[in-house]
């Protein structure tokens, strides 16, 4: 797993990773906002509505889930379990909430804390980012402490300096767990 505070380049350095080891399988989460421009169901998020999302909910078939600004996301297990059954390392971008389920319910996954240089550059980047506005980009940034400290209760963390660095550091890991590309 993959986690960090909002902002810090997840999405980034989990597909530089992927690009360098398409051995991974990646999971694609269930997540209950509107698509952003170029984002494609299936490929970044399988967008549900809110009752879609509970009915997964109710019948046991996420892994995990939390609520982030206003919209659910979750883990689709189904694809793990079989993915996992074949062998197949997968690879989840998950916050830190969901991390904390994932890793009460499959003891073998590794954590993986994607950090920011500094606590002040990460708040640059979400405001660089220009996605969010207002009082999302507000409630973003009001997490960012909480987020930071999670990062103690994590196997590994990793400084996104830069990309391609941290990518290779991720996959560094990886390999320490007997992951073979
Ligand atoms: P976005 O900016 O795409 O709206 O939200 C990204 C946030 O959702 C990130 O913090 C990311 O880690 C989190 N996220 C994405 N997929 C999942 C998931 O399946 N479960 C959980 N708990 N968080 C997720």
């Known amino acids: 797993m993959i986690s960090g505070p909002s902002g810090v380049g997840k999405g980034t350095v989990v597909r530089r990773v992927l690009e360098l080891d398409p051995s991974l399988y990646y999971s694609v989460s269930a997540k209950t906002r509107a698509p952003r421009p170029g984002e494609v ?3 970044e998020y399988w967008f549900v509505s809110e009752e879609e999302f509970d009915r997964m909910v109710e019948r046991g078939e ?12 979750g883990t689709p297990a189904r694809p793990v379990e079989v993915k996992r059954a074949e062998g197949v390392d997968v690879l989840l971008e998950i916050d830190v909430q969901g991390a904390a389920q994932v890793r009460g319910r499959v003891p073998d996954s590794v954590l993986i804390f994607l950090e920011p240089p500094t606590r002040e550059e990460l708040v640059r980047r979400l405001e660089a980012r220009g996605t969010e506005h207002g009082t999302d980009l507000e409630r973003r940034l009001a997490r960012v402490d909480g987020e930071m400290a999670a990062g103690e209760r994590f196997d590994h963390r990793v400084v996104n300096d830069e990309v391609d660095r941290a990518a290779l550091e991720v996959m560094a890991i990886l390999h320490g767990y007997g992951h073979t590309a």
């Open 41 to 43: 169901n299936g490929r």
């Open 62 to 73: 996420l892994l995990e889930h939390a609520s982030m600004f206003g919209h659910r996301s």
